[in-house]
């Protein structure tokens, strides 16, 4: 079993999470992963997608408000990392949520580590 990690990106302290790891599944999961990244000092988290339920990609549960809500209310950034074009395909209305997530700072969803580095560079 891998481990979270702190990792620097372009200055920034990402804890890059396992994808083995405990599921994103709700607002207890957020707080432990808050408190694991504030013991830490790190800015960012950097959850994979296999970390993540597919309830959450269902805007009407209330998953992904409630998560990034904790996220905001702390100051530290999220990173959605992996795949998530069939959940994008299936519903317009993530596909808006992901599109305006991704304009923003508090939430990104990313296809990997790559456009991470690429969103924390500082020439963006």
Not at 84 to 112: C, K, M, T
Request: contains cysteine.
């Amino acid at each position: 079993m891998a481990t979270d990690e702190i990792v620097q990106v372009n200055g920034v302290n990402v804890l890059h999470c396992a994808p083995d790891g405990p599921p994103l599944d709700g607002e207890r999961a957020a707080l432990d992963l808050i408190g694991d990244a504030g013991w830490r000092a790190a800015e960012l988290v950097a959850v994979p997608v296999e970390r993540v339920p597919e309830e959450f990609f269902r805007l009407r549960s209330g998953i992904a408000g409630a998560i990034v809500q904790k996220f905001a209310q702390y100051r530290l950034r999220l990173a959605v990392v992996g795949d998530i074009s069939q959940h994008v395909d299936a519903s317009p209305a993530l596909r808006d949520f992901v599109y305006e997530s991704n304009l923003g700072d508090q939430l990104w969803f990313l296809s990997g580590h790559d456009d991470l580095e690429g969103r924390l560079s500082p020439s963006r």
